[in-house]
């Protein structure tokens, strides 16, 4: 159901139906987007990075790491497009994080997982004793 929000970036009041900001923001990313497609879409900016296409076409490089991570702009085509992992900022061109920060998020669940069973197994262990009084 469609309810009144306020845009995420100007403010301004509408009707929410699907996305959280305002038809007229939406209309100037996508302009912003179609900016940035045209620039990398041309052979000889086909292997420029985020940083080149921000410094190219003046558009955010948040918004271009947004739509490389949403896959708007695909990596397989333009090769040198990464965005930053979300735990380390190493960059990557898949997921969120990283293969080192999925590694040590592995390690580390296994690790609580192995302690919790722990805790487990030593509350099973302990007796309780009743004495009479």
């Known amino acids: 159901m469609a ?8 403010g301004k009041l509408f009707v929410k139906v699907t996305a959280s900001i305002c ?3 939406r209309k100037i990313i996508d302009e912003k987007y179609d900016v940035v497609y045209d620039y990398i879409r041309q052979q ?4 420029a ?9 003046g558009v955010e490089e948040s918004l271009i790491y947004g739509w ?11 090769i040198n497009l990464h965005y930053p992992c979300r735990t380390c900022g ?3 061109q898949t ?4 293969d080192n920060c999925s590694k040590q998020l592995a390690h580390e669940l296994k690790i609580y997982e192995k302690q919790k069973e722990q805790d487990q197994s030593s509350d099973n262990d302990k007796k309780t004793y009743y004495t009479e009084l």
């Open 23 to 25: 038809p007229s923001c």
């Open 90 to 92: 190493q960059m990557i």
């Open 49 to 57: 990075t985020v940083s080149e296409v921000h410094e190219a076409t």
């Open 3 to 10: 309810e009144l929000f306020n845009c995420k970036n100007c």
């Open 44 to 47: 000889e900016n086909r292997q």
């Open 95 to 98: 997921g969120t994080i990283c």
């Open 68 to 78: 490389v991570r949403e896959g708007r702009l695909k990596t397989a085509d333009f």
